[in-house]
């Protein structure tokens, strides 16, 4: 039986698409028959449970007993990936309890698979956060995830404030989320259903749909543009799955 | 089985004769179905909406509302032929959306049968967007467009290799004749009574020119 593995998706500063990111990845998990669990700590409401609620529960990761719910559980449960999406401001005290709760020091021992996916923004304020986030990373894989939410070159204009940046934290691979269509992205809102199952015009149980023929190629083209960049990174191997030949969802 | 074609004309140069070839075939395509929907992408052209106002709607490429507009409708398989007639600001977007939509894969999922006609012409721009076609269009269903009128002599190399649909010159008295914005090609056949005449010989080759890539479609989807 692979190792547990756990994805932690999040970032302090709000509105940079940390919920948008989750559900690529539990897309990419589902395409790939990899069996993935997630918690949305956006409690009470909870924005990816209404995309994907059949594999996600809300939990508020400051309460120990929720954090008993998804930690004691690794070993426990089926899926062997489980997603974590962090709310907003969550990030860094997420990571110090994981520190205070021993989970780090097991995952620098190799017992658990640990990946933060830390979802940047365009500002300087969200690229602030690296330095902080990084101090926790010693048994963990680090991706820094620029995520194009508008037509930002994430300061590339300006080399010395972008190596500042990108180029300080040795071990980090960094990760492109290119920006999807407005109208696309909205619709997929409206719909409230995974992102494999707008592509496929389906709903959320299954049944045809009648979604824009043009918004769900956007959809497609995005999908496929972000799952290159996982397969790039050979992030079903990071999660110990043995990737199938061909994948679902992907015609 | 039933197949609904949708005519893109297209060429990224302007003034070569788009608007003319989609006017020539939407009359056609009325004349042998009783029904076709024309779309008008060409806001800074001679319009066909001007042309033919009965079947002519414009639309636009400029934002995502304008695409869904115009592409959530000729992807239905509806047995009504479509005619696009695309304006040389528009080329660029247009094939950059269909490629990023996957438009020709969704197309023959759904039983309608994509053709792009090409205007050819002898400058640098229209040699490089051919390429760019070619890499979309599979080779059945990507047309150039030799419109003598404008290339005036052989096709560039380029564009020899695959279907060709010549469009003979006119005299200029008789280009300026079916220029006007009342002239209709379907109506001139019906009313002039000698067949001999060049204008009308210069329709009904053209007509059949079309007839004939009708088949070929036909012939390669059977």
């Known amino acids: 039986m692979a190792k547990p593995a756990v994805i932690v998706v999040g970032a302090d500063k709000g509105g940079v698409g940390k919920t948008t990111v989750s559900r690529t990845l539990l897309d990419y998990f589902s395409a790939n028959n990899v069996l993935t669990r997630a918690f949305d700590t956006e409690s009470p409401r909870g924005t990816l449970k209404r995309f994907h609620p059949d594999i996600t529960e809300i939990v508020d990761m400051t309460t120990t007993s929720d954090q008993m719910k998804i930690f004691d559980t690794l070993n426990a449960v089926s899926p062997s990936v489980t997603v974590i999406d962090v709310r907003a401001g969550l990030l860094s005290p997420a990571l110090a309890s994981l520190r205070d709760i021993g989970f780090l020091d097991a995952a620098k021992s190799g017992q658990i698979t640990f990946a933060v996916f830390h979802i940047l923004g365009p500002s300087i304020a969200s690229l602030d956060e690296i330095a902080e986030t990084s101090s926790f990373m010693g048994g963990a894989r680090y991706f820094l995830v620029k995520n194009f939410i508008n037509d930002t070159q994430f300061f590339q204009w300006d080399q010395a404030t972008y190596n500042s940046y990108f180029h300080r934290i040795k071990d980090a691979t960094d990760l492109v989320i290119p920006k999807l269509n407005e109208m696309a992205y909205e619709q997929v809102e409206v719909a409230s259903v995974p992102f494999l199952k707008f592509v496929a015009n389906k709903g959320i149980s299954d049944e045809a749909a009648n979604y824009s023929f043009v918004l769900r190629g956007y959809v497609r083209h995005w999908l496929a543009n972000v799952w290159s960049e996982y397969d790039r990174i050979k992030l079903t191997d990071i999660v110990g799955s043995t990737k199938p030949s061909s994948r679902g969802g992907e015609k | ?222």
């Open chain 2, 1 to 222: 089985m039933r197949h609904t074609p949708v005519y893109i004309v297209c060429s990224p140069r302007p003034l070569v004769g788009k608007t003319l070839v989609a006017r020539l075939l939407s009359e056609f395509l009325l004349l042998k179905s009783g029904e076709v929907s024309a779309f008008d992408v060409n806001l800074k052209e001679p319009s066909l909406l001007e042309y033919l106002p009965d079947i002519t709607e414009t639309a636009e490429v400029d934002d995502t509302f304008g695409k869904m507009a115009l592409m959530d409708r000729v992807i239905v398989d509806d047995g009504v032929a479509k005619v696009i007639d695309l304006g040389f600001h528009a080329f660029d977007e247009f094939f950059k959306m269909t490629e990023e939509i996957g438009f020709v894969k969704e197309a023959v999922r759904r039983g309608v049968v994509p053709v792009v006609l090409f205007v050819g012409d002898t400058d640098r721009v229209s040699a490089r967007s051919y390429p760019t076609l070619q890499r979309q269009i599979p080779p059945s269903s990507l047309v150039t467009v030799d419109n003598e009128y404008i290339v005036r002599g052989e096709l560039p190399q380029a564009f020899s290799a695959g279907k060709i649909l010549r469009i003979g010159a006119l005299p200029t008295f008789l280009k300026t004749y079916i220029d006007r914005l009342s002239f209709s090609f379907t109506d001139y056949l019906r009313s002039e009574k000698d067949s001999s005449t060049e204008l009308h010989q210069w329709i009904r080759r053209n007509y059949f020119s079309f007839r004939e890539l009708e088949l070929s479609l036909i012939l390669q989807q059977s």
